[in-house]
């Protein structure tokens, strides 16, 4: 009787998460099959019905053909990870020291004024900037320069020149996320251990060293394989300031995410970019269980 009182709770639990269940699959696992399957064919703009299975042809010219532009942009997009992870530790961690400075007047007014760049809309942040600083003509970097007697810059046209503009830009969106995990964490480490360092003799940086970043490393690290992972899969910030249609500004920089758009919406080479996609979506995962891994053996 317990056995069969038990299988019922079962069924009843699967009957009670079907729907739930049936939409995940529909809205996640179903895409990602789909997309396996059209990576495994020559489906473009000459084989909209007609196309057929190539097998791992796509995957091939990704990985081996260096002049496909795959290797380029997986380069790319792993330095701008890096410089943008790098950049956001380090920025907000110096704001978030001078935010928990003993007597600092006006510290909730800096915090809000930190935090508004994240609570407006990325889309609209990302244009105010491309069209507001970066403009080559009515930009105020530009104007600025003009009033210095300088030559006016063309901000977007290059390709390293655009990659800081777009580092800068990212760092506008991500820096308040950041700021605001390390604060908090900086406001949980016990005053008791700063103190004792103090009469040790301890200096800031043995303080920051020893003291400091071992306390909040355990709060901050889910952030930073968070950020990591938006970083990594970054598309809008690259996207609308070069790669815009109809607003292209003359840099050609890619990271994967916007290589894959290319391919899919531009060039209509839906087999490539698949493949590409599916690349995209395995290095996301052995990431993630590399991540999960070491987390474990931390613990």
């Not at 306390?215 to 990594?232: D, E, G, L, W």
């Amino acid at each position: 009787m317990e056995r069969k009182g038990k299988k019922e709770k079962i069924i009843a639990a699967y009957l009670w998460s079907a729907p739930s269940l049936l939409l995940i699959l529909l809205i996640v696992v179903f895409p990602i099959i789909y997309t396996g399957y059209i990576s495994l064919t020559n489906m473009n703009v000459y084989h909209w019905f007609d196309y057929e299975i190539i097998g791992l042809e796509n995957y091939k010219d990704a990985l081996l053909v260096f002049d496909s532009g795959f290797l380029q942009a997986l380069v790319l997009t792993v330095v701008w990870t890096a410089v943008n992870m790098v950049a956001q530790l380090v920025i907000a961690f110096f704001l978030a020291s001078l935010l928990n400075l003993p007597g600092l007047r006006l510290r909730n007014l800096y915090k809000t004024l930190l935090i508004f760049p994240w609570a407006m809309p990325g889309y609209v942040s990302i244009l105010l900037w491309k069209t507001g600083m970066f403009n080559s003509q009515f930009g105020l970097l530009n104007q600025w320069l003009v009033k210095w007697g300088l030559e006016p810059v063309g901000w977007l046209s290059k390709d390293a020149l655009a990659f800081f503009c777009c580092t800068v830009v990212n760092l506008w969106l991500a820096l308040p996320f950041m700021i605001t995990i390390i604060d908090g964490a900086l406001q949980s480490v016990d005053k008791c251990f700063y103190e004792s360092a103090l009469l040790e003799g301890a200096g800031w940086t043995a303080r920051t060293r020893y003291i400091t970043i071992p306390m909040i490393r355990p709060i901050i690290a889910p952030s930073v394989v968070i950020t990591i992972f938006t970083t990594f899969k970054q598309f809008d910030v690259i996207y609308l300031l070069t790669q815009q249609a109809g607003g292209k500004t003359g840099a050609h920089i890619h990271t994967i995410l916007t290589y894959a758009y290319e391919n899919a919406f531009i060039t209509n080479n839906y087999g490539y970019s698949s493949a590409v996609s599916i690349l995209i979506f395995a290095m996301l995962i052995l990431f993630s269980c590399l991540t999960g891994r070491k987390g474990k053996e931390e613990a």
